[in-house]
């Protein structure tokens, strides 16, 4: 059964900075390209990067230069590193195989950017 527990989110000021993290379990992680996606209040899922088994990653316009997704297949673990963030990134992030419409997700953690 595949497994997805994010963790690491929580309220920054606009211009900080969180790294998420996803632990995940249950499939052969290394073999999977795998994604971040977010959901804002009241907006559908919005996918937000993407990192492939041999690492070369992908990002939505509007994170590309603030966010870094990365990957470590000797833990199993997906980050995301958010800099600079704004109030329009407030939202739960979602781990999630690169399977759209990325059913396979874990159930979230909450980023809140406001002042």
């Known amino acids: 059964e595949v497994q997805l527990v994010e963790s690491g989110g929580g309220l920054v000021q606009p211009g900080g900075s969180l790294r998420l993290s996803c632990a995940a379990s249950?499939?052969?992680?290394?073999?999977?390209?795998m994604s971040w996606v977010r959901q804002a209040p009241g907006k559908g899922l919005e996918w937000v990067s993407s990192?492939?088994?041999?690492?070369?990653?992908s990002y939505a316009a509007a994170v590309k230069g603030r966010f870094t997704i990365s990957r470590d297949n000797a833990k199993n673990t997906l980050y995301l590193q958010m800099n600079s963030l704004k109030t329009e990134d407030t939202a739960v992030y979602y781990c999630?195989?690169?399977?759209?419409?990325?059913?396979?997700r874990g159930q979230g953690t909450q980023v809140t950017v406001s002042s």
């Open positions: 999630a195989i690169d399977i759209p419409p990325y059913d396979d």
């Open positions: 249950g499939f052969r992680f290394s073999y999977y390209a």
């Open positions: 990192i492939m088994r041999g690492g070369s990653t």
